[in-house]
């Protein structure tokens, strides 16, 4: 095979990388497809951290050990975060989009990829330490976030439904309370989970936290662990919500006279150091 440049090796392993995030490559795996040295190989990867870290473009990791080999993270540094968020604070903002009972009109938004990805990547910056084995959410307007993120984590997505289907096999259903108050129902297939596993929540909007205090309470019913909640947007009001230490991207504070919705930055986004948004 005739020999491979390091330009060359450089551009196609970030493009491995970038392909899959968050799932570890060995160093003899790019050693065998590039047919170089593992010496050569290691001052490949030396450099590709350099470059991702100078320009601020996520993190290429090392990981040691038995399993060890080299990943790509599309971290999120705090200024990068609060610049995309109150970017998007600005549009959402003002009277157009406020809905009655206080919503926000946003689909529009959570139907861009590069908008949603964005969301993606600054939610799984703060969870990649917890670990987590998938990401949960309800249907419908959660998914393409939650996808994002999960996406983002290298994890699977499990979303759980208002009624099961009969092609997802056996399933568990619960009843909780909704937001409005109302007796619903989410049912999620008895093949979507393992006990033990470790879940990540995430939604698109928080208001109550009914149906995120409904979510932690199917994973109770699998024996599941939730190590995090994440939202979109969560409302100012009311203050004592159905769950705690969610972590939402915006905030929602509606004004009467006039009718107006100001969208803010979490205060988790705006007090961040520098660095990637970690908790």
Known sequence: MEKIRRNDRMSAAIRILSSNPNRVFTLGYFC???????????????????????????????????????????????????????????????????????????????????????????????YYGREPDFVLTMETKGIPVAFATANALGIPLVIARHSSKVYEGSAVNINYVSGSGNIETMSLSRRAVRENQQALIVDDFLKGGGTARGMIDLMREFNVNVIGTAFVMATAEPENKRITGAKALMTLRVEEDPARAIVTPADWLRSSDEGSVQG
Not at 44 to 66: K, M, N, P, S, W
Request: net charge negative.
């Open 32 to 126: 065998e497809l590039f047919s170089t040295a593992k010496s050569t190989m290691s001052e490949d990867i030396a450099l590709l951290q350099q470059v991702v870290r100078t320009f601020d473009l996520g993190e290429v990791e090392t990981v040691t050990g038995a399993a060890g080999g080299v990943r790509w993270r599309p971290r999120v540094s705090a200024g990068k975060a609060r610049e995309a968020i109150e970017a998007l604070c600005a549009k959402l903002s003002g009277t157009d989009r406020l809905l009655p009972g206080g919503f926000l009109y946003y689909s529009d938004i959570l139907s861009m990829p590069e908008i949603v990805n964005q969301m993606g990547n600054i939610l799984a910056s703060e």
